[in-house]
C-alpha cells in the first residue's frame, strides 16, 4: 500500500514556475514508477510525464516536453514535477500515482497505475 501527498500548486502568472513535490508512505518507494497526470475542469486526464524506479529515465507528454522536468529522490520517497514556462492551458489539477508494473520502465496509462494522491491545483493566469 501506498499513500500519495501531493504539494506545491497554486496560482501563477504565465511565463512562470511551480515545482510540485509528491511525499509516498512506505519503504518501497522504488519500487514504483512514478507518474504525473492532470486533468482540467471539463476535460479527461491526461498523461504530463513518467520517471522510472531509478530516475534514470523519464518520458514527457508533447505539450511539456522542454518545458517541465521530472525527478525523484528515493531517499525521500517523493517525486518532483518543476514546471517552468507555464501557460494557462496548463491550469488543471495535478495528480502523481505510482505504478508497480515490472514489465514496463515508462508507462503511461492511467491503468497502469494503482495508487493516486489526491490532486494539487494549478492555475495559470494569462
Known amino acids: 500500500q501506498v499513500q500519495l501527498v501531493e504539494s506545491g500548486g497554486g496560482l501563477v502568472q504565465a511565463g512562470g514556475s511551480l515545482r510540485l513535490s509528491c511525499a509516498a508512505s512506505?519503504?518501497?518507494?522504488?519500487?514504483?514508477?512514478m507518474g504525473w497526470f492532470r486533468q482540467a475542469p471539463g476535460k479527461e486526464r491526461e498523461f504530463v510525464a513518467v520517471?522510472?524506479?531509478?530516475?534514470?529515465?523519464?518520458y514527457y507528454a508533447v505539450s511539456v516536453k522542454g518545458r517541465f522536468n521530472i525527478s525523484r529522490d528515493n531517499a525521500k520517497n517523493t517525486v518532483y514535477l518543476q514546471m517552468n514556462g507555464l501557460k494557462p492551458e496548463d491550469t488543471a489539477v495535478y495528480y502523481c500515482?505510482?505504478?508497480?508494473?515490472?514489465?514496463?520502465?515508462?508507462?503511461?496509462?492511467?491503468?497502469?497505475?494503482?495508487?493516486w494522491g489526491q490532486g494539487t491545483p494549478v492555475t495559470v493566469s494569462s
Open positions: 520517471i522510472s524506479r531509478s530516475g534514470s529515465m523519464t
Open positions: 512506505g519503504r518501497t518507494f522504488s519500487s514504483y514508477a
Open positions: 500515482a505510482a505504478s508497480p508494473r515490472t514489465d514496463w520502465a515508462l508507462p503511461r496509462g492511467g491503468s497502469s497505475y494503482d495508487y
